[in-house]
């Protein structure tokens, strides 16, 4: 079993609301790992950040993805730090792996004041910015397409999803 596609991409990307698009269409679940952590934990991601610690939460992360990648044939999205962690870029080899590319401006619009965001705490737009420059070679070394999200609604970018993957 493995998923059909999985989305990676930074916060802002539109890698939940595209999973459950993509899911509606190609007619299998949508399974988001953040929400994974939160339910088997029992408190959303921002308490876990400030409760237990960052390294705390990517533990959890790491766990929630494997047992995603191992058990989930639907379509899945990947937190926004989850391919920070090595083990986790070695089990995407071999999926269909892909970076939802959005831009700082558009990021930040969407991401709005970070409310609930713990990473963004401070000036929003320079830990985005932060974010964004430190991750984007990563999510591309794992990524088998990459797809921008800019100027797209979430069905175009879908659409261009599904044509990545044809």
């Not at 059909?4 to 459950?20: D, E, F, I, N, Y």
């Not at 990947?78 to 959005?102: I, K």
Request: no cysteine.
């Amino acid at each position: 079993m493995s998923p059909r596609v999985v989305l990676v991409g930074p916060m802002g990307a539109g890698k939940s609301t595209v999973a459950a698009l993509l899911a509606e269409r190609l007619g299998v679940t949508a399974r988001d790992t953040d929400a994974d952590v939160e339910a088997a934990e029992g408190r959303s991601v921002s308490d876990i950040f400030v409760d237990s610690g960052e390294a705390r939460f990517r533990e959890l992360e790491r766990d929630a993805v494997a047992a995603a990648l191992a058990s989930h044939d639907g379509v899945l999205a990947l937190g926004g730090g989850a391919v920070l962690d090595e083990r986790t870029r070695s089990l995407l080899a071999g999926h269909p792996v892909v970076f939802l590319r959005v831009g700082l401006s558009e990021a930040v619009k969407r991401v709005g004041l970070g409310a609930g965001r713990p990473l963004l705490l401070g000036n929003v737009r320079a830990r985005v910015k932060a974010l964004l420059d430190e991750r984007a070679p990563i999510y591309e070394s794992v990524a088998t397409a990459v797809v921008d999200t800019d100027d797209a609604t979430p069905a175009e970018v879908a659409d261009r999803v599904e044509a990545a993957l044809a």
